[in-house]
């Protein structure tokens, strides 16, 4: 089996990429390429926020990590303009992976239910940690069933 990892870009929500590495390290699995994109960079995380389609050539089995996370309305006031800029970047991340989805989907797709957490909080790691841990289960789960 060639297979191939994407890891989509998200700034502390990277972070939960730890979790999803430390699957194929249980399952003593090694990735035959690995894509990833930084979610800072013009050319990356804005035009492909998660690259798994550069490995669909390459790899037979590929596996999509997706962190861009979501955000929830905390009051009926409009957003400041930076929390404004970031939830526009969040929503047309979303917008170019769901579209890539439909056309060539990989063979698995991860997405951790990162809520609330934005690009520069790394100081909550472990917060993002015990929120990417179902998603971690999941994809050992998934990807057990495919080595069998």
């Known amino acids: 089996m060639h297979l191939g990892l994407a890891l989509g870009g998200g700034g ?61 309305r905390r009051s009926n006031k409009p957003p400041n303009l930076t929390a404004a800029i970031f939830n526009t970047y969040q929503i047309m991340q979303m917008s170019i992976v769901r579209q890539k989805l439909r056309q060539r989907p990989p063979t698995i797709y991860i997405e951790p239910d990162l809520v609330d957490i934005r690009m520069l909080e790394f100081y909550k790691a472990d917060e993002i940690f015990d929120q990417a841990r179902p998603a971690k289960a999941q994809l050992k789960h998934l990807l057990s069933a495919l080595l069998q």
């Open 12 to 72: 502390a929500r990277g972070l939960a990429h730890v979790l999803m590495l430390e699957v194929f390290d249980e399952l003593g699995v090694r990735p035959k390429c690995i894509a990833g994109t930084s979610v800072v960079l013009v050319d990356g995380g804005s035009v492909n926020p998660v690259p798994f389609d550069l490995l669909q050539d390459d790899c037979d089995t590929v596996i999509a990590i997706n962190v861009v996370g979501k955000r929830r």
